[in-house]
């Protein structure tokens, strides 16, 4: 069975950084394609940020664009999404979810397996 943790959220000012990590387990890592998504109150949940298997091809939402990174470390099975310059409307639950496809998707549907979330809030 595939887990993932994600750790590293937390209240931080307007202006600050975070990084979030994603720890997943299982042996198969190195083969899904892993997604960051963000869900606020009263919202639909989002892909902020998408990257494939070997790490090549990346995703970011135009609203997070040239402020957040995605990246993978095959060899601890970690995926980590690095925010900076953050916003209070970055404020949101976020989760990592892998997909056994390995290729890039924004698409919810697409990733079989969820983290339990990690709340950032971000005042200002």
């Known amino acids: 069975q595939v887990q993932l943790v994600e750790s590293g959220g937390g209240l931080v000012q307007a202006g600050d950084f975070l990084r979030l990590s994603c720890a997943v387990s299982g042996r198969t890592f190195r083969t899904y394609a892993m997604g960051w998504f963000r869900q606020a109150p009263g919202k639909e949940r989002e892909c902020v940020a998408a990257i494939s298997w070997s790490g090549d091809s990346t995703y970011y939402a135009d609203s997070v664009k040239g402020r957040f990174t995605i990246s993978r470390d095959n060899a601890k099975n970690t995926v980590f999404l690095r925010m900076n310059s953050l916003k209070p409307e970055d404020t949101a639950v976020y989760y990592c979810?892998?997909?056994?496809?390995?290729?890039?998707?924004?698409?919810?549907?697409?990733?079989?397996?969820w983290g339990q979330g990690t709340q950032v809030t971000v005042s200002s």
């Open positions: 979810a892998a997909a056994r496809n390995g290729l890039i998707s924004i698409r919810l549907e697409e990733y079989a397996y």
